[in-house]
């Protein structure tokens, strides 16, 4: 294109980019940033939250948040796409404490977090053993009309189960059913091995757990 004196749009680059990171060539797709910036055709939003989420997949969080900087320094308004990246990339290289901070800034810039982001930090904070910290974000959810899902839940019925606090666990599946949110194969699982952890396996035997219609057996 460029040699036969045809320009690249905003759009041509970012299709580009977005390839060079979903085949792991990041490196590729920052150089192309760069290249993009020196001939004077701006990247946008969807540039910049290409390229950090990349980053962030590959393992290169500190990279991705000097980007960010970067972009937010432009006069860009990073959305929902930017921010649950980083969140994810945080959490995943154990900075979950900065990921609950990028949280509360979206929450102040009254940028709607998704399902998806939600779940990625109850996730964390569970693993880090902190369901009780990560039950209250499920209350945020609700005050902002989000929907927590099936891997929300079982993210955070996990998290009770590791502190073998089983009752808070069964709590948070109960209702979950009542919500009208089909539980998994996993969510039932996690509950039975943490049920069996504690010594109860009785409890299962005698049925006490009431299966949806779904999953009933004659």
């Not at 990246?85 to 509360?104: E, M, P, V």
């Not at 990625?120 to 989000?146: F, N, Q, S």
């Not at 996990?158 to 069964?170: I, S, T």
């Amino acid at each position: 294109m460029v040699a036969i004196g045809c320009q690249p749009s905003i759009k041509t680059y970012n299709t580009v980019v977005n390839g060079m990171c979903k085949i792991g060539k990041t490196n590729v797709a920052v150089g192309l940033l760069r290249r993009m910036e020196e001939v004077g055709c701006h990247p946008n939003v969807v540039t910049y939250s290409t390229v950090i989420d990349g980053l962030c997949k590959d393992g290169q969080v500190s990279e991705a948040l000097d980007l960010f900087s970067k972009m937010t320094n432009k006069g860009i308004s990073p959305n929902v796409v930017t921010y649950t990246s980083l969140i994810q990339g945080l959490c995943h290289s154990g900075q979950w404490n900065k990921a609950s901070t990028l949280l509360s800034e979206m929450l102040a810039l009254n940028i709607a977090p998704s399902t998806f982001t939600f779940s990625i930090l109850v996730d964390a904070l569970c693993k880090e053993g902190l369901a009780p910290e990560a039950h209250a974000l499920l209350e945020t959810m609700a005050h902002r009309g989000i929907q927590p899902n099936v891997i929300t839940y079982s993210s955070l019925m996990d998290g009770y189960c590791l502190r073998k606090e089983m009752d808070k666990a069964r709590q948070v599946f109960d209702v979950m059913l009542g919500k009208g949110c089909r539980p998994n194969v996993y969510s039932y699982s996690m509950l039975i091995n943490g049920f069996c952890k504690i010594g109860k396996v009785a409890y299962h035997r005698q049925g006490d757990m009431k299966l949806p219609n779904s999953f009933s057996r004659t």
